[in-house]
């Protein structure tokens, strides 16, 4: 498990470390220790910014998970590693590090779908990963035009792979249960024997993973305090 200051984690998220203590003394982040937060930390802040900037209030949130109605432990899961922080450099200037040029650069996020980032947007971890097959690419004397034709072509794949696993998850999942009056809260007697479905091992699908050859493992280090 690594974990992080309330700094460092706060500049991870690209929110205030202020903000991770109004978090706090609401009761939708409970660390372990006071300025001790982990990746499943991480997450829940960035869970509750992105509903609040949705127009969610936080008090609402937290009135939810007092009540039991709502919970983002799930968020701790291995899973969910792939909603990544953010890294400590920019798109401008990793472009000038590796000399990788920029509009080729950005190519790694809109290629999931995502808004075309500015230069001086940072990237995000899982972005960072694919930055050294770029350069490998281009030093073998790849053209640009072909490689982001590979990333487009692995986001689009993984968009309708998303889009179809949903539809199937609802349709064999969510609706029987609703017809049968249990409703999702109400599903948890069928849900052990569909989660080795829903959660089998397959390769990583995400194609910041895909681009450069490496299935997703799940991996264990030791505890680092940063």
């Known amino acids: 498990m690594i974990w992080y200051s309330r700094e460092n984690a706060a500049e991870r998220v690209g929110v205030e470390p202020s903000y991770l203590v109004r978090l706090v003394d609401l009761g939708i982040l409970a660390p372990e220790e006071p300025d001790r937060f982990s990746p499943g930390d991480m997450r829940r802040v960035m869970m509750a910014k992105s509903l609040e900037d949705a127009g969610i209030p936080l008090e609402g949130l937290a009135a939810g998970i007092k ?7 799930f968020l701790d899961a291995a899973s969910y590693e792939r909603f990544a922080a953010l890294a400590s450099e920019t798109f401008r200037q990793v472009s000038d590090r590796t000399g990788i040029p920029l509009e080729l650069l950005t190519i790694v996020r809109e290629a999931i779908g995502m808004a075309q980032p500015s230069p001086d947007d940072r990237l995000r971890d899982d972005e960072m990963a694919i930055v050294p097959f770029i350069e490998l690419q281009l030093a073998e004397g790849f053209r ?8 487009r072509v692995q986001g689009e794949s993984t968009r309708r792979i998303t889009e179809q696993e949903g539809a199937w998850w609802n349709s064999e999942v969510i609706e029987p ?8 809260r109400g ?3 069928r849900r052990p024997r569909r989660r080795d479905v829903s959660a ?10 895909a681009a450069d050859g490496h299935p997703r493992s799940d991996r264990h280090g030791p505890t680092v305090t940063r």
């Open 187 to 189: 599903d948890r007697e």
């Open 144 to 151: 640009a035009p072909a490689i982001e034709r590979v990333f």
């Open 200 to 209: 089998g091992q397959r390769p990583d699908r995400d194609p910041a993973r």
């Open 67 to 73: 009540s039991g109605a709502l919970s983002f432990s």
């Open 177 to 184: 249960a609703m017809a049968a009056g249990k409703g999702p």
